[in-house]
């Protein structure tokens, strides 16, 4: 089974930082091909919504409420995929998860999600 670990997240003041990272690891140590990273959010009462994707080649896409101000970076080597938000906005206020759909022992899933990182943007 392929899990994926989150970090980052926290308390940040309007127009500030913060930098999501996620990780995907199996039981057996390897044999994980992520074929594309996707983040999502969900502020309470609202729906999960797509953030940024990025592509196996490195093609990103962003929804435009974050365009210009995120950035969507992956690591194919180590797994990883990370988030970087600037210019942080309290409308930005979420649980982020992010998700991949990898192949992993000969299946493929779109269905491979992180536990979660709550984002807080208050002054």
């Known amino acids: 089974q392929v899990q994926l670990v989150e970090s980052g997240g926290g308390l940040v003041q309007p127009g500030g930082s913060l930098r999501l990272s996620c990780s995907a690891s199996?039981?057996?140590?390897?044999?994980?091909?992520?074929?594309?990273w996707y983040w999502y959010r969900q502020a309470p009462g609202k729906r999960r919504d797509l953030v940024a994707t990025?592509?196996?080649?490195?093609?990103?896409n962003y929804t435009e409420a974050v365009r210009g101000r995120f950035t969507i970076s992956r690591d194919n080597d180590k797994n990883t995929v990370s988030l970087q938000m600037n210019s942080l906005e309290p409308e930005d206020t979420a649980v982020y998860y992010c998700?991949?759909?990898?192949?992993?022992?000969?299946?493929?899933?779109?269905?491979?999600w992180g536990q979660g990182t709550q984002v807080t943007v208050s002054s």
């Open positions: 199996s039981a057996s140590g390897s044999g994980i091909r992520i074929s594309a």
């Open positions: 990025i592509t196996k080649y490195g093609t990103t």
């Open positions: 998700n991949a759909a990898a192949w992993y022992e000969g299946v493929f899933r779109r269905d491979y």
